[in-house]
């Protein structure tokens, strides 16, 4: 992607003040946060120039630009907090670039590949992008002043995510036959991997004591009360599945993140330090 | 709108208008294909306002423009060439008017 990035959050300086272990769960929590956006990111982009239309090409690459932009920022965030075995900080870059996929600590939602099937890539855009609204609405108000400015910028764009996934899910689902059959499909399809976005763990449940984090179970009720009412809307059914997939924010991912990343990172892994 | 698809698969044709801030008129941008209204003024945004051209949209389905002929242009055009007392070309425009 070569268009000029977002106006960049700027990272604040660390506060000195703060308990170094509250500082290293800020680092993981950003650092999961930019992943999320990185790896869907990268999916959105595969859409440009396959999408069913040009208008919806130039629609999903604008999404996925909003997602690099927000990763940048959390990134080059969690860099500053989680250094290196050298002491130094880590970049945005070797943080995108140069981790294996055991580092990388998205959820399993975003890396799903959607081969292709426009379904999919809405079905996911819907729940993710209503997580992310949710989240980043409730971030904005954080005591950690990075995450707060990066939230308050991204959540409009969230939001328009959103209402973008929501109005293909609602012609496709209550379209013809066919395409509400797909669409049912793709839905049931990303639905396993639903409930990993609501799981709090040590790093959560530490950082939103001190009001850092937002508490991820706390953001279930408003996300699954949006989605259910847009698929029901829809004429879609809100699957039943017990399966959930879970593990990412610890490194466990599906084969599907291998592919990605070989495509993200080919080129600066092939040429290290290259420029223009 | 579907009636205006040319065939089976292919979105109507709408014409964008584009509003670039407050006290100008919405202007004619471009065209761009859509499935219905709602998507259009999406599309509209996606295509027409990503580097902040706009403060307000307007979408209108290319099919419900009339639009004047270019055979029509000698008859339609012509006889206001010679019309010069209908410029106001002889009155001191004050300072501080832009958009006259």
């Known amino acids: 992607m070569t268009e000029p990035a977002p106006t960049p959050v700027t990272p604040t300086a660390v506060t000195p003040t703060r308990d170094p272990r509250i500082s290293y769960d800020a680092g993981t929590y950003a650092l999961r946060l930019g992943d999320d956006a990185l790896v869907l990111a990268q999916r959105m982009g595969e859409w440009v120039a396959s999408a069913p239309q040009l208008e919806e090409d130039v629609a999903l690459a604008n999404i996925a630009l909003d997602l690099l932009g927000q990763a940048r920022p959390l990134l080059s965030y969690a860099g500053s907090l989680l250094p290196g075995a050298d002491g130094a900080a880590r970049s945005e870059d070797e943080l995108a670039y140069l981790r294996d996929e055991r580092d990388f600590t998205n959820v399993q939602l975003v890396e799903l590949a959607d081969n292709g099937d426009f379904g999919r890539c809405v079905a996911r855009l819907l729940v993710f992008s209503a997580w992310q609204q949710e989240l980043y609405a409730s971030l904005a108000g954080a005591s950690d002043d990075t995450l707060a400015a990066v939230a308050a910028k991204a959540v409009k764009e969230a939001a328009y995510h959103r209402d973008h996934a929501t109005q293909w899910v609602l012609r496709l689902g209550d379209g013809t036959a066919e395409s509400h059959q797909r669409m049912q499909a793709a839905v049931d399809a990303v639905w396993p991997y639903v409930e990993e976005l609501f799981e709090p763990d040590a790093v959560t449940s530490s950082l939103a004591a001190v009001g850092v984090a937002v508490d991820p179970a706390s953001l279930r009720d408003p996300v699954l009360g949006y989605v259910s009412a847009v698929l029901e809307r829809a004429t879609l059914a809100v699957p039943s599945t017990r399966v959930r997939h879970s593990g990412g924010r610890h490194g466990i991912h599906t084969e599907a993140i291998g592919h990605l990343l070989a495509e993200l990172q080919h080129v600066a892994r092939s040429h290290p330090g290259a420029s223009w | ?100």
Do not use: C
């Open chain 2, 1 to 100: 709108m579907s009636a205006a698809a040319a065939t089976a698969g292919e979105w109507p044709l709408w014409e964008v208008f584009v509003r670039s801030r407050r006290g100008l008129s919405h202007a004619h941008v471009g065209s761009l294909h859509a499935p219905d209204a709602e998507m259009a003024l999406r599309n509209a945004r996606d295509l027409y306002t990503r580097r902040q051209e706009g403060v307000s949209i307007w979408v209108v389905p290319a099919a419900a423009i009339t639009a004047s002929s270019p055979d029509e242009k000698d008859a339609f055009f012509d006889p206001a060439a010679d019309k010069v007392y209908r410029h106001p070309t002889f009155y001191a425009v004050p300072d501080g008017v832009e958009h006259l």
